[in-house]
């Protein structure tokens, strides 16, 4: 229950299917143009990387699914994230701090979207507000699950809404939150259940905004070449956010 836990794997259905594999066509071929890699060449991050149509399908595919019943729906859908993870992920990028690296490996890179780092001290603020995050797995691959930690939206909402407090909303991005940010964080590592997300094409995952979420290491164990995933998150005021 998206309200409960924060996020929502839906059984599979076979529109959602359609959508993947003509994803999943379309995404390799992407790929196969090269583009930015990190970690060592193990993650592709394709951000707006996906060439879907203003409606969200692909290659005449409607986006379909039962998901739809939970979200409110763009009037326009962005160009979808084709982000590929690699055997090896992560590996440490040579400007990548041993301290970030450790973090991305032991903590999965938890993080809340839309709260960018910014300068030389990475401080968040918050520069994209999600309406929501849903989850298009594009393969069977189950190595570098997405991870989530359960219930962590609500511990965030409130420290937000103390944070965010007394502000405007169109203020919001001028906000540094980090100490906020990183407290309650801190706080979701200690009291949620870290639990690894897998699904298969024709499945949806659907995130609450303020979920913290991220990608466990790719398993050396796991068959596969490599796992690909499309994600959506529209854009909303930073009062509906909120």
């Known amino acids: 229950m998206l309200s409960q836990d924060g996020f929502i794997v839906f059984r599979h259905d076979p529109g959602v299917a359609a959508w993947a594999e003509a994803a999943r066509r379309v995404g390799e071929a992407v790929l ?12 592709f991050v394709g951000v707006d990387a996906l060439p879907n149509a203003p409606d969200g399908s692909v290659a005449g595919v409607p986006l379909l699914g039962a998901w739809r019943d939970h979200v409110r729906l763009p009037i326009t859908w962005h160009p979808a994230q084709l982000s590929v993870v690699f055997p090896g992920y992560p ?21 809340v979207d839309g ?12 520069r994209e507000p999600h309406g929501f995050i849903l989850g298009l797995p594009l393969d069977d691959v189950d190595a570098s699950p997405l ?13 937000f809404h103390g944070a965010y407090a007394g502000l405007a909303p169109q203020d919001f991005g001028d906000l540094d939150v980090t100490e906020v940010y990183q407290q309650a964080r801190g706080k979701v590592f200690d009291t ?28 050396q164990d796991a068959p596969g070449d490599m796992r690909m995933i499309a994600y959506f998150r529209p854009l909303v005021d930073a009062g509906d956010w909120l």
């Open 32 to 43: 196969a143009q090269g583009g930015e890699r990190r970690h060592g060449g193990t993650w």
């Open 91 to 111: 590996l440490q990028d040579a400007d990548e701090s041993d301290a970030a690296h450790r973090f991305r490996r032991n903590r999965d890179a938890a993080h």
């Open 115 to 126: 709260l960018l780092p910014e300068g030389p001290q990475k401080r968040r603020h918050l």
């Open 147 to 159: 991870v989530v930690w359960q219930g962590s939206h609500e511990i965030m909402r409130k420290a």
């Open 192 to 219: 949620c259940e870290r639990v690894e997300v897998t699904a298969a094409p024709g499945q949806a995952i659907l995130l609450h905004r303020h979920l913290v979420h991220g990608v466990a290491p790719w398993d």
